[in-house]
Nanobody, 119 residues
């Protein structure tokens, strides 16, 4: 099992910044992706950003490109999401995701952290 612990959510005014963290522990895989998803009230969970274990490529949803940056600290098994120029529409619960690139192994999810952006 992979355990994921998120932190860093909170309340911020529009235009402000927050940094989310996701610390991974437990079982590890040699190839995987890690990323962030979010779910706003009444909406489906959506992709935000992810990075790969192999070549450290990063991918972003169009809605956050240029404002959010995903990164990780391998030594600490921790992933970060730096969120700048936040908008009210970024308000959601943000979930950390660990996706092993192994057939038949399911994804792992964190418990979620609330991000609220006031206008």
């Amino acid at each position: 099992q992979v355990q994921l612990a998120e932190s860093g959510g909170g309340l911020v005014q529009a235009g402000g910044s927050l940094r989310l963290s996701c610390a991974a522990s437990g079982r590890t895989f040699s190839t995987y992706t890690m990323g962030w998803f979010r779910q706003a009230p009444g909406k489906e969970r959506e992709f935000v950003a992810r990075l790969t274990s192999s070549d450290i490529s990063t991918y972003y949803a169009d809605s956050v490109k240029g404002r959010f940056t995903i990164a990780r600290d391998n030594a600490k098994n921790t992933m970060f999401l730096q969120m700048n120029n936040l908008k009210p529409e970024d308000t959601a619960i943000y979930y950390c995701n660990y996706h092993p690139l192994v057939l038949g192994v399911p994804d792992y999810w964190g418990q979620g952290t609330q991000v609220t952006v006031s206008s």
